[in-house]
C-alpha cells in the first residue's frame, strides 16, 4: 500500500524568497515519487520525478526535490519565489514503472503557493 | 503531437442522467487510466487499463464504468449521474519503461445539479 501527506494545504512566500513544499510517503515497495504543478483551470504538469537513480532530482523551472529514504521524504524547494510560482502543488507516488500495471499514481492533498510581492 | 486529448472539457449534467468522458492518446501507450480531483483531496484514481480488452478498479469506481476496445481509447461512463460526481476528471497515460512520464489530459470539468 501507498500513501502520501503534503504538510500544509497553503504556503505563502515572500517574492525572491525560499520555497519549501514538504511531502512524505508511506509505501511497501521501492517508491517512485514525482511532484506536479497545476495551474488555475489548467491540467497537471510534471515538475520533476525520482526513478531510483540520483537522490537530488532538478526539474523544470528552477525546482528541485531531495529523496531522503531514511525520513521518506520527497520535499520540493526553489531558492527563489517567482509569481509565476503561483499554483498548486501536487506530491505523488507509484510503484516501479518498469513494471506493467504499476504505474498507479497516489496523490497528496496537494499545496496551494502563494507568492507576495 | 497531440499527446492525451479530453472531451468535453466542460459538462453540465443533470442528476440521474448518463454520459461518457471520452479519452484519447496517440503515443501508443499501453496504460490508461482516469483520476477524479477534488478540493483537499487531491487526485483519485476510479479505472486504470494495462491495455485493450483490460481494465480494473482504482480507490473510487463505484458509479463509473470503463471498457479499452483499442489502445487509443479509454472512454469513462457515468451510469446516473449524482451530484457527488461533480469534480475535475484526468486521464492518464503511459508505457512501461525506463524513464517514461505519466502523461495526463486537460481535465473535463464535470457538474451535476
Known amino acids: 500500500a501507498q500513501s502520501v501527506t503534503q504538510l500544509g494545504s497553503h504556503v505563502s512566500v515572500s517574492e525572491g524568497a525560499l520555497v519549501l513544499l514538504r511531502c512524505n510517503y508511506s509505501s511497501s515497495v521501492p517508491p517512485y515519487l514525482f511532484w506536479y504543478v497545476q495551474y488555475p483551470n489548467q491540467g497537471l504538469q510534471l515538475l520533476l520525478k525520482y526513478t531510483s537513480a540520483a537522490t537530488l532530482v532538478k526539474g523544470i523551472n528552477g525546482f528541485e526535490a531531495e529523496f531522503k529514504k531514511s525520513e521518506t521524504s520527497f520535499h520540493l524547494t526553489k531558492p527563489s519565489a517567482h509569481m509565476s510560482d503561483a499554483a498548486e502543488y501536487f506530491c505523488?507516488?507509484?510503484?516501479?514503472?518498469?513494471?506493467?500495471?504499476?504505474?498507479?499514481?497516489?496523490f497528496g492533498q496537494g499545496t496551494r503557493l502563494t507568492i507576495n510581492p | 503531437n497531440a499527446g492525451v486529448t479530453q472531451t468535453p472539457k466542460f459538462q453540465v449534467l443533470k442528476t440521474g442522467q448518463s454520459m461518457t468522458l471520452q479519452c484519447a492518446q496517440d503515443m501508443n501507450h499501453e496504460y490508461m487510466s482516469w483520476y477524479r480531483q477534488d478540493p483537499g483531496m487531491g487526485l483519485r484514481l476510479i479505472h486504470y487499463?494495462?491495455?485493450?480488452?483490460?481494465?480494473d478498479q482504482g480507490e473510487v469506481p463505484n458509479g463509473y464504468n470503463v471498457s479499452r476496445s483499442t489502445t487509443e481509447d479509454f472512454p469513462l461512463r457515468l451510469l446516473s449521474a449524482a451530484p457527488s460526481q461533480t469534480s475535475v476528471y484526468f486521464c492518464?497515460?503511459?508505457?512501461?519503461?525506463?524513464?517514461?512520464?505519466?502523461?495526463f489530459g486537460e481535465g473535463s470539468w464535470l457538474t451535476v445539479v
Open positions: 492518464a497515460s503511459s508505457w512501461t519503461g525506463t524513464g517514461n512520464t505519466i502523461y
Open positions: 487499463s494495462v491495455g485493450a480488452g483490460i481494465t
Open positions: 505523488a507516488v507509484s510503484g516501479n514503472l518498469l513494471i506493467q500495471g504499476a504505474q498507479k499514481l497516489v
